[in-house]
Every structure is written in structure tokens, then in C-alpha cells.
């Protein structure tokens, strides 16, 4: 089972930036497609940000513009840049990574435990 482990979540003021960061770790696993989620209280899990292997990426019409993703593959992270803060933007940010087991030949996914991320004047 691969490990994430997020970081970078806070309190911020609405127009403020937050740069969030998964560290991505485990045996015999390789990272494919990566990506961040968010849940707010009350509701669903919603796709923010989604980046392939490759580097292609797609966003949520709600962050475009103002939300960043991006890897960095010799570290295994995937970072969320967030700037433009609005507080409808508060809410859990999960991370996610599709990931093959090259010992077992078996493709599977993962979550990180979450960081919040509070946008409040």
C-alpha cells in the first residue's frame, strides 16, 4: 500500500496563498496519474486538481486559474498551488495517486489522511 502524506493546510485570509505538498512512499511502487481532492463539511468529495504521468492536467471549473498542480517525480510529490484563496475553498484537501505494484504486476490507489485548509477573515 503506497503512503501520502500531505502537508502545507492552514488558516488564511481570503486572497491569500496555501501551497500544499503528498509525498508519495512505499515498496515496489511506481506513481501514475496523481491528483487533489477536497470535502467539505456536509459535502461531497469533489476533484480539484488531476495531473498524469505525463503532466497533463485538468482542474475544476471552481480553481481554475487560480490553483496550480504539479509533480515533481524524482521526489514522488505532487503540490497544489493555491493562490486567490476564497473561503469556499475551505474544506479537507485529500491526496490521491493511482499507483502500480510492479512486484505483483497489480494497479491500485491511494488516499492521504487529509489537511485542512481554512479560508476565513
Known amino acids: 500500500q503506497v503512503q501520502l502524506v500531505e502537508s502545507g493546510g492552514g488558516l488564511v485570509q481570503p486572497g491569500e496563498s496555501l501551497r500544499l505538498s503528498c509525498a508519495a512512499s512505499?515498496?515496489?511502487?511506481?506513481?501514475?496519474?496523481m491528483g487533489w481532492y477536497r470535502q467539505a463539511p456536509g459535502k461531497q468529495r469533489e476533484l480539484v486538481a488531476h495531473?498524469?504521468?505525463?503532466?497533463?492536467?485538468n482542474y475544476a471549473d471552481s480553481v481554475k486559474v487560480r490553483f496550480t498542480i504539479s509533480r515533481d517525480n524524482a521526489k514522488n510529490t505532487v503540490y497544489l498551488q493555491m493562490n486567490s484563496l476564497k473561503p469556499e475553498d475551505t474544506a479537507v484537501y485529500y491526496c490521491?495517486?493511482?499507483?502500480?505494484?510492479?512486484?505483483?504486476?497489480?494497479?491500485?490507489?491511494?488516499w492521504g489522511q487529509g489537511t485542512q485548509v481554512t479560508v476565513s477573515s
Open positions: 495531473i498524469t504521468s505525463g503532466g497533463s492536467t
Open positions: 490521491n495517486a493511482e499507483f502500480i505494484d510492479y512486484r505483483r504486476g497489480t494497479y491500485s490507489s491511494g
Open positions: 512505499g515498496s515496489n511502487l511506481r506513481l501514475n496519474a
